[in-house]
């Protein structure tokens, strides 16, 4: 199976990477993070990953530069460069180092999809033959394909999915479009059929209801992890969308 390191100076970032694709379903076994070059280097030396999604600037330091020194190894992992920046320079630059793309942030999902596919097949000789494709272009709360979506709506759940564990909220998405939070919340509920708030709610409740199960974490760890520093707030949240209590679901007695 095929092992993944992704690099971001910005934890929430991480996150929504590591969430952004059903990366288990592209045959993503060990999913590795870091927040700098310097450990990046380290980790492709140390892991070897077969692909490897760095943030083109790190702090002062470039990735593409770590990525130079990685090839002089001779190290077969395939690269992918993500950025807020989109002067040519960068892209430049990432392609003479042989990077397979070049992705703006925020990074689109169908993009990175078609990114990882192509990387698959071309440079690994695997397959997405057994890729149930229509559940991964599926929003999991709302049932329905991204395509069926707008570009707005879209942008805001992919907002929603790289920041939950912010305090994001409907105001803040609305002044970055630079639009009325109230107009811009009737649109979201027109076409979703569920208000901004009741969205963030049940994408927060099914990433800890991911974390509970498949981990023995701490809930309020988990808690705090999915965007909740009210322990109590996040208990009747939780009780509300899955009518039993988070141990209950782990099935402690």
Known sequence: MYKLLI???????????????????????????CESTEVAISKVVELLPDVAIFDVCVGNNLS?????KLNELHISTKYVIMSG????????EALRCGVKDYLLK???????QQ??????????????GNINNERLNKDPVLGVSYDSLSKLVNRILLMIKT?????????????RFQMNSTYLGQLFLKETKMKFSEYLMAHRMLLAQERIQSS??????????VGYNNLN?????????FGKSPSDLRGKK
Do not use: C
């Open 7 to 33: 690099m971001d100076d910005e934890p929430q970032i991480l996150e929504g990477m590591k969430r952004i694709l059903d990366w288990e379903q592209y045959g993503f076994s060990q999913i590795e993070t």
């Open 64 to 68: 593409y530069e770590a990525i130079h």
């Open 85 to 92: 920046y989109s002067e040519f320079k960068y892209a430049q």
């Open 106 to 112: 925020p990074v689109e999902r169908t993009k990175l």
């Open 115 to 128: 990114v990882i596919e192509k990387i698959i097949i071309e440079d690994l000789g695997g397959t997405i």
């Open 163 to 175: 920041e939950s564990t912010q305090n994001i909220t409907l105001k803040s998405v609305a002044e």
């Open 216 to 225: 023995h974490e701490k809930i309020s760890n988990i808690a705090l992890s």
């Open 233 to 241: 707030y996040f208990y009747t949240h939780f009780h509300s969308f």
